[in-house]
């Protein structure tokens, strides 16, 4: 099975940068997402690790440590737009290539002027 | 930009009623999903369908529920019986593959509301 833990909420000023921090326990590793869902939307891919390290795309970064069972999500220069709420989603590959997400509780961003 | 689209966006039933939940995969993908997240709650996963069988349920998804693949474009989910409990915001996705780097991309959602 698979347990994802990330805070519920941060607060964050415009301008400013935030880490939003996510740690598993998995019976299966084959990659973790990050996802940014706006209330009452659907969930947009944000960015991808499967190998330890750092993953920078634009004004995301996202942060992998298998060992530690450990990732993170930077953003820079934070917008108003940026508020939502962030998924942390693993995939399973134990099963018979189902591959399916396993998703955190999201911690909502909101960014204030 | 190709995108997954659902039908209804809000269906509104009665408890014991049969629902159909309609998506529309991106064209080239042939992994698909259902997912269903409750008001305030996390995504949960439902069911994945690849080849035109289910690859993988969850303990969500028992005799109640059901896929199916009726034409080359259309994925559906239906709630034979619908219970309170069933009012989520249903959301189908896709990949193009599960190998490595092929996200899954979801639809805008169906909120399904059982009274």
């Known amino acids: 099975g698979q347990n994802i833990d990330q805070p519920t909420e941060m607060t964050a000023t415009e301008g400013a940068i935030v880490q939003i921090n996510c740690t598993y326990q998995t019976s299966g590793f084959n990659g973790l997402f990050w996802y940014q869902q706006h209330a009452g939307e659907a969930p947009t891919f944000l960015s991808y690790n499967v190998l330890d390290g750092l993953e920078e795309k634009g004004r995301f970064s996202s942060f992998l440590s298998r060992s530690k069972g450990y990732s993170y999500l930077l953003l820079k220069e934070l917008q108003m737009k940026d508020s939502a709420s962030y998924l942390c989603?693993?995939?399973?590959?134990?099963?018979?290539?189902?591959?399916?997400?396993?998703f955190g509780k999201g911690t909502k961003l909101s960014v204030i002027p | 930009e190709p995108e997954v689209t659902q039908t209804p966006s809000h269906q509104v039933t009665q408890m014991g009623q049969e629902v159909i939940l309609r998506c529309v995969p991106i064209?080239?993908?042939?992994?698909f999903y259902w997912y269903r997240q409750i008001l305030g709650q996390k995504v949960e996963f439902l069911v994945s369908?690849?080849?035109?069988?289910?690859?993988?349920k969850s303990e969500i998804f028992d005799d109640q529920f059901s896929v199916e693949r009726p034409d080359g474009s259309n994925f559906t989910l239906k709630i034979r019986s619908t219970k309170l409990e069933d009012s989520a915001m249903y959301f189908c996705?896709?990949?193009?593959?599960?190998?490595?780097?092929?996200?899954?991309?979801f639809g805008p959602g169906t909120r399904l509301t059982v009274t």
């Open positions: 996705a896709s990949s193009e593959s599960v190998y490595t780097t092929y996200e899954q991309y």
């Open positions: 369908f690849y080849n035109n069988e289910i690859s993988e």
């Open positions: 064209s080239n993908h042939l992994y």
């Open positions: 989603a693993v995939r399973d590959a134990s099963g018979a290539g189902s591959y399916q997400l396993t």
